[in-house]
């Protein structure tokens, strides 16, 4: 059980009085430290859903042990590295800024889609001071704690996914707007309830309202992909959570959906138990949006993203170990980072899996970059069509 301390006071996690503690805490903006390492790395106090929590701040999270729930990989493992303090950006207080390569409004009905929307964005040409669209999803989920894993915490649902972005947002926005008042991500639908959820979702849109003589504004929705279908201009999208509202896309953004997606679809369909995370940019039309941009990523049950069948074989083979999967953010698949850190090995071990297709000099280069980094390196060479056995835990056994 993690303990913290404030000050001279000391408390743990299963302290009777844990949420008063940190009510007082959050009061007064104290920063708890956590004692599971040396390091004392500080934590900052959020408010969500009416309870408070404990979170890491922001770039700390390698400073933890890497048994503790708040530990997070260097920067440098993943695609974060490349955009951190440039395109993300994160004060004392813990409130993060981003600059984004998308726009969330718009003029004459249009808005000017992010260059590149829909093709793999590349390493050398990526742009560290922006986030691509995929790339801010990527941001939330990392923030969120759901690329984690542990074996103890058994499931994930879509009430936690819920509660961990819209806690994200609470403290992440751009230099125009909060987070929490453009980003979408519907709540666990309940039948008995819809009215109510109606309600709360419409009081919500209308701080996207189009106002004359001002440009549009675009949000943010982030939800689970259930259907696409044919309507009579262009396509109806349909969100799981969110079965009484509609988004739709015109003929050529439906076009570039199925160049985009009709793989990953099939990836979730073939698996059974995963699911297709959506992240678009919509403006609203009386009671249904319309779709300006998308991008979206695959999950596994446990919502751990991964891209490809390889890197979908690496997540089944680690869902009983404890882990943090890497996302790549403005970068290509093939980037020179790991896929995942081992966390249940004593010393963490850095999984490396190239992509299928990968050239030889590309995958030489990942052997030197991953032999050179702070943890031992593991590969799965790209030429390998059957996975190496992954290193033990520490102390044997799962």
């Given at each position: 059980?993690?303990?913290?301390?404030?000050?001279?006071?000391?408390?743990?996690?299963?302290?009777p009085?844990?949420?008063?503690?940190?009510?007082?805490?959050?009061?007064?903006?104290?920063?708890?430290?956590?004692?599971?390492?040396?390091?004392?790395?500080?934590?900052?106090?959020?408010?969500i859903?009416?309870?408070?929590?404990?979170?890491?701040?922001?770039?700390?999270?390698?400073?933890?042990d890497?048994?503790?729930?708040?530990?997070?990989?260097?920067?440098?493992?993943?695609?974060?590295?490349?955009?951190?303090?440039?395109?993300?950006?994160?004060?004392?207080?813990?409130?993060?800024?981003?600059?984004?390569?998308?726009?969330?409004?718009?003029?004459?009905?249009?808005?000017?889609?992010?260059?590149?929307?829909?093709t793999?964005a590349?390493?050398?040409?990526?742009?560290?001071?922006?986030?691509?669209?995929?790339?801010?999803?990527?941001?939330?989920?990392?923030?969120?704690?759901?690329?984690?894993?542990?074996?103890?915490?058994?499931?994930?649902?879509?009430?936690?996914?819920?509660?961990?972005?819209?806690?994200v947002?609470?403290?992440?926005?751009?230099?125009?707007?909060?987070f929490?008042?453009?980003?979408?991500?519907?709540?666990?639908?309940?039948?008995?309830?819809?009215?109510?959820?109606?309600?709360?979702?419409?009081?919500?849109?209308?701080?996207?309202?189009?106002?004359?003589?001002k440009?549009?504004?675009?949000?943010i929705?982030?939800?689970?992909?259930?259907?696409?279908?044919?309507?009579?201009?262009?396509?109806?999208?349909?969100?799981?959570?969110?079965?009484?509202?509609?988004?739709?896309?015109?003929?050529?953004?439906?076009?570039?959906?199925?160049?985009?997606?009709?793989?990953?679809?099939h990836?979730?369909?073939?698996?059974?138990?995963?699911?297709?995370?959506?992240?678009?940019?919509?403006?609203?039309?009386?009671?249904y949006?319309?779709?300006?941009?998308?991008a979206?990523?695959?999950?596994?049950?446990?919502?751990?993203?991964?891209?490809?069948?390889?890197?979908?074989?690496?997540?089944?083979a680690?869902?009983?170990?404890a882990?943090?999967k890497?996302?790549?953010?403005?970068?290509?698949?093939?980037?020179?980072?790991?896929?995942?850190?081992?966390?249940?090995?004593?010393?963490?071990?850095a999984?490396?899996?190239?992509?299928?297709?990968?050239?030889?000099?590309?995958?030489?280069t990942?052997?030197?970059?991953?032999?050179?980094?702070?943890?031992?390196?593991?590969?799965?060479?790209?030429?390998?069509?059957?996975?190496?056995a992954?290193?033990?835990p520490?102390?044997?056994?799962?």
């Open positions: 059980m993690s303990s913290y301390r404030i000050n001279d006071f000391e408390f743990s996690a299963d302290a009085n844990f949420q008063t503690i940190l009510e007082r805490a959050h009061s007064q903006k104290l920063r708890p430290a956590c004692l599971c390492s040396p390091a004392h790395p500080k934590m900052y106090v959020a408010l859903g009416g309870e408070y929590y404990l979170k890491r701040m922001p770039g700390t999270g390698h400073a933890h890497p048994g503790c729930a708040s530990f997070d990989p260097p920067p440098e493992l993943s695609g974060l590295g490349h955009v951190a303090g440039a395109a993300i950006v994160t004060d004392d207080a813990g409130d993060t800024t981003l600059r984004l390569d998308f726009s969330l409004s718009m003029r004459g009905g249009s808005s000017v889609p992010a260059p590149g929307g829909d793999e590349s390493s050398a040409v990526a742009n560290p001071k922006k986030l691509s669209l995929l790339g801010t999803l990527h941001y939330l989920w990392d923030a969120a704690g759901l690329t984690k894993w542990r074996p103890q915490w058994q499931r994930r649902n879509w009430w936690i996914i819920h509660r961990e972005l819209t806690g947002a609470q403290n992440t926005g751009t230099k125009a707007q909060p929490a008042s453009v980003l979408m991500v519907p709540p666990v639908y309940n039948h008995e309830r819809r009215d109510e959820l109606a309600l709360e979702r419409r009081s919500w849109l209308r701080g996207l309202a189009p106002q004359r003589g440009p549009v504004p675009l949000g929705v982030v939800a689970e992909f259930k259907s696409i279908e044919p309507s009579q201009y262009g396509r109806k999208l349909k969100m799981k959570h969110l079965p009484d509202f509609a988004f739709f896309m015109d003929d050529d953004l439906a076009a570039r959906f199925d160049r985009l997606f009709a793989d990953k679809i990836a979730i369909e073939a698996a059974g138990d995963g699911h297709l995370i959506l992240i678009a940019t919509f403006s609203i039309r009386n009671n949006a319309e779709i300006r941009e998308i979206g990523m695959t999950v596994n049950e446990h919502w751990i993203p991964f891209d490809g069948d390889r890197e979908h074989q690496l997540v089944e680690l869902k009983d170990r882990y943090a890497s996302l790549k953010y403005n970068l290509q698949s093939s980037a020179p980072v790991a896929n995942a850190l081992l966390l249940d090995t004593g010393a963490p071990i999984l490396y899996v190239p992509p299928d297709g990968l050239s030889a000099d590309d995958e030489e990942l052997h030197d970059i991953a032999e050179d980094g702070v943890y031992q390196p593991w590969f799965w060479p790209a030429d390998e069509i059957e996975m190496p992954l290193p033990a520490a102390g044997g056994g799962h």
